[in-house]
């Protein structure tokens, strides 16, 4: 059974770089055919895409969040981090990590879905 | 405001049937992206609860349906019960932005 678990600070300052850890059991990062993503959820609204790597290390990002946004994979550790730059209270938010992958028995389809998803974990921009 | 569209809000008696629906563009849902479904519980993740359109993953109740036509796709609700209150999200893939998600829709079972 594939499970993720995000990990962080918790409380960031402004304008300072947040990084969250993604750590994956029941299954290896490198082990191919699936993305790892990140997701995030402002208090009390909808979810938005933050980007994804692939087990390859190719990486994809929301064109909003790209220019700050950095996912990179740690194979050795089988986890998956995401660095966001230059904080603000905008990004106050929980932060979910998830397996995305497009194909399941055999067949495949046009785009990833996430499945299974982390816990989350809140990250509070305050000074 | 997201790129796919969902009502705010529906609401059903238990045993009844509902609908959500999730209103997206020629560059996503019509431009053949296939459309995802989450339920997420209060205080939960969100969970896989439709996956290419109208695929059910393995434990997710034959209750649940999903259909895709055009630039909008639909997740069905039957036989409603208390614990199907939630926040439904649906997901596709659009040509410019890459991933995105509806903004949710919350459900009561009245």
């Known amino acids: 059974q594939v499970q993720l678990q995000e990990s962080g600070p918790g409380l960031v300052k402004p304008s300072q770089t947040v990084s969250l850890t993604c750590s994956v059991s029941?299954?290896?990062?490198?082990?191919?055919?699936?993305?790892w993503g990140w997701i995030r959820q402002h208090p009390g609204k909808g979810l938005e895409y933050i980007g994804n790597i692939y087990y390859t290390g190719t990486t994809y990002y929301s064109s909003s969040l790209k220019s700050r946004v950095t996912i990179s994979l740690d194979t050795s550790r089988n986890h998956f981090s995401l660095k966001l730059t230059s904080v603000s209270a905008a990004d106050t938010a929980v932060y979910f990590c998830?397996?995305?992958?497009?194909?399941?028995?055999?067949?495949?389809?046009?785009?990833?879905?996430?499945?299974?998803w982390g816990q989350g974990t809140l990250v509070t921009v305050s000074s | 405001q997201s790129v796919l569209t969902q009502p705010p809000s529906v609401s059903g008696a238990p045993g009844q049937r509902v609908t959500i629906s999730c209103t997206g563009s020629?560059?996503?849902?019509?431009?053949?992206?296939?459309v995802h479904w989450y339920q997420q519980l209060p205080g939960a993740a969100p969970k896989l609860l439709i996956f290419?359109?109208?695929n059910r993953p393995s434990g997710v109740p034959d209750r649940f349906s999903g259909s895709k036509s055009g630039t909008s796709a639909s997740l069905a609700i039957a036989g409603l019960q208390a614990d199907d209150e939630a926040v439904y999200y649906c997901?596709?893939?659009?040509?410019?932005?890459?991933?995105?998600f509806g903004g949710g829709t919350r459900l009561t079972v009245l």
């Open positions: 290419g359109n109208n």
């Open positions: 020629s560059s996503n849902i019509g431009a053949d992206s296939d």
């Open positions: 998830a397996r995305a992958g497009q194909c399941t028995n055999g067949e495949c389809f046009e785009n990833n879905w996430f499945d299974p």
């Open positions: 997901q596709s893939y659009d040509t410019s932005l890459s991933e995105i």
């Open positions: 029941g299954t290896s990062i490198s082990s191919g055919g699936f993305y």
